[in-house]
């Protein structure tokens, strides 16, 4: 099914490389060395089954669905304490050498990005060194309705702004050009254009917009550079080796490749190089399904937050989409904790159920709908509803709320 590609910047989550340094920010030179394969994960075991006859249900739930909607390639893992896991990963990594999908491979994760951005936040909270009450106004200029519009409310995505990845011109310029670089005020400049939507706490409305805005926050406030500062206070502290937050379209090895219809001309195109940083902030991030594994319960417990910052960032609001309730840069889906990711070539869902402790990490490589769904929306509704049929992750299609190309593709 081709899409007209401006639905494509509908809302957003997408991924944006750390570039050049902003002009407020200096820069320093904490980037680590890009993970390799060498040393990955030598010391985890194999997971125990959840049994023949459940796994047996899900190879053939997965296998069907990525056969019916078209994904090259899909990687699984679920793990429930007291009961086992299930970790597969099926098709292929790469269409043209038909090189298999395996477990161990580097994925772009789009609006999971938002988990890492706003934990950064909120470690400046419980650093006393910002308040989520604070206005944007007082950190970055030039923001409509700026001096009303708190930390707090761009974070729940509550602010009114407009999201600039669904300006024509920005996605004209994304499309005609993906190997281009943007810097955040060039993407805050496609928003800004536009009057705020509502004022500010009285909807919800998920824009890329907000999570710019609070990358800038971060970096005006530390001093670094908000992919120094997520590794040194975020990925590091969390054992997060094969996390990065790239400075521009590359990409460690072993990577599976991306395929989307999200072009001019509506063909499928390779887009695994297609350079993320317009998405920065809101989107850029790569992870491997070990990592995520152990991001999901540390977002979920907020273990590296103060319990009462933890308690603020769960205070989750309704968003007027039946079951799906959004937070401090995460959503509860059905009882299930964490966020989504979607951008040209890739979709992730990493989330935790805490009334059973369980992680379901969900990464394929396309983003191409499925009926008018998402596609990892439909992997992880089959997948739930065999593994925890009281907690089905379920989110409505895309039009329901039409404004998240890249964002939580839940409800995009």
């Given amino acids: 099914m081709r899409r007209n590609p401006a639905r494509l910047f509908a809302t957003a989550l997408l ?19 890009l993970p390799t394969n060498a040393d990955r994960h030598k010391d985890e075991r194999p997971p125990d089954g959840l049994g023949p006859e459940v796994t047996a249900r899900l190879d053939k ?19 429930m304490p007291g009961k086992g896991s299930y970790v597969r990963a099926t098709g292929v990594a790469d269409t043209a050498t038909r090189k298999p999908m395996t477990t161990d491979l580097f994925m772009r994760v789009g609006s999971e990005t938002k988990t890492f951005t706003i934990t950064a936040l909120l470690e400046l909270v419980d650093d006393r060194r910002i308040r989520l009450d604070d206005p944007i106004s007082a950190y970055v200029d030039g923001v409509p309705n700026g001096d009303r519009i708190t930390l707090r409310q761009l974070a729940e995505m509550r602010s009114g702004l407009f999201s600039y990845s669904n300006d024509p011109d920005f996605q004209r310029d994304l499309l005609s050009d993906p190997s281009r670089s943007f810097t955040p005020r060039e993407l805050l400049a496609y928003g800004f254009k536009h009057s705020n939507l509502f004022a500010p706490g009285e909807e919800f409305q998920y824009s890329n917009t907000n999570t710019i805005l609070l990358g800038l926050v971060i970096e005006k406030v530390s001093g670094l550079r908000l992919a120094d500062f997520i590794h040194k206070r975020v990925t590091r502290p969390a054992n ?8 521009g379209a590359e990409f460690p090895e072993p990577h599976a490749h991306g395929y989307s219809d999200q072009t001019l001309s509506g063909e499928i195109a390779d887009t695994t190089m297609w350079n993320p940083s317009w998405a920065w902030a809101a989107g850029a991030m790569i992870s491997d399904l070990h990592d995520l594994r152990r991001w999901a319960k540390i977002v979920a417990t907020g273990t590296l937050l ?10 989750v609001l309704p968003t007027g989409i039946p079951g799906l309730s959004y937070g401090l840069g995460i959503f509860e889906l059905d009882g299930w904790i964490g966020h989504n990711g979607s951008l ?19 990464l394929l490589n396309t983003d191409d709908d499925y009926q008018g769904q998402e596609p990892s929306t ?35």
């Fill in 306 to 315: 103060s319990p009462e910052t933890q308690r603020e960032r769960l205070k």
């Fill in 61 to 79: 739930a997965i296998e069907d669905v990525r056969r019916q909607a078209g994904i090259p390639g899909v990687i699984v893992g679920l793990w």
């Fill in 240 to 247: 997060l080796c094969h996390t990065l937050f790239p400075q």
């Fill in 15 to 33: 991924v944006a490389s750390v570039l050049a340094p902003s002009a407020e920010t200096p820069a320093t030179a904490l980037h680590p060395p």
């Fill in 344 to 362: 040209p070539g890739y979709e992730s869902a990493t989330v935790y159920l805490p009334s059973q402790k369980a992680t379901l990490v969900v």
């Fill in 378 to 412: 439909v992997l992880a509704r089959a997948i739930t509803k065999i593994a925890t049929p009281d907690n089905v992750y379920d989110g409505p299609p895309p039009p329901a709320l039409n404004v998240v190309p890249y964002g939580v593709s839940v409800i995009r």
